[in-house]
Every structure is written in C-alpha cells, then in structure tokens.
Nanobody, 120 residues
Framework: QVQLVESGGGLVQPGGSLRLSCAASGSIFSNNAMGWYRQAPGKQRELVAGITSGGTTNYADSVKGRFTISRDNAKNTVYLQMNSLKPEDTAVYRC??????????????WGQGTQVTVSS
C-alpha cells in the first residue's frame, strides 16, 4: 500500500528549477520527520534534505543554498524546491517518513520515487 505519494519530477535543463511534492496520511505526517533521499546510477543513496515536525531542517552539503525543504501541516505535504539544478542532481528522488531523524533504520515509510533528470 502506497502511503506517501510523490509528484513533480521531470526533465529540466541545467540551471532550472523543479518542485517535488509528497503527500502523506495525517498520522504518518504528524508523527514523523520527513525527508527526501535520492539515488543515481552508480552512486550511493543519500539524504538530500529533511525536516522535523518542529521545522528543523537538514541538507546535504551538495544541495545547500540550492534546495529548500518545507512542510504544510494543513495539507500533510512536504515539498522540495530545487533551484540551480545541475546534471549531478539527476536521480530518483524518494520521499520518506522517519522516526526521530533521517537515519535509514528509522525510516519506515517510502514513496514510489520520482525521476529528476537534469540535462541539456
């Protein structure tokens, strides 16, 4: 059963922007920190950005200053605004809900993944 539903991926030129959305059930959203992981071919899965229920954020060094994570509690939705996209941002992005923080062993809910491709 899909409990996190992602949208917003696509193909964009370098320097462009995309906004990813992840809609969760109310109980999952309110009881967990939310985050975005990505995995590109030949690369390790990495945490891109995370946000706690209290609004504390965390970013990978590679995306700081370019990506912004936010959450809309009324809509049970988390967003990832991606600006100044680079080819190395190309990956499958997956939304996740995690207890405490974003360590993989604490992330029990996942979206289906959405492809982001940055290419000229």
């Amino acid at each position: 059963q899909v409990q996190l539903v992602e949208s917003g991926g696509g193909l964009v030129q370098p320097g462009g922007s995309l906004r990813l959305s992840c809609a969760a059930s109310g109980s999952i959203f309110s009881n967990n920190a939310m985050g975005w992981y990505r995995q590109a071919p030949g690369k390790q899965r990495e945490l891109v950005a995370g946000i706690t229920s209290g609004g504390t954020t965390n970013y990978a060094d590679s995306v700081k200053g370019r990506f912004t994570i936010s959450r809309d509690n009324a809509k049970n939705t988390v967003y990832l605004q991606m600006n100044s996209l680079k080819p190395e941002d190309t990956a499958v992005y997956r939304c996740t809900a995690c207890r405490v923080a974003w360590r993989l062993e604490w992330c029990n809910y996942w979206g289906q993944g959405t492809q982001v491709t940055v290419s000229s």
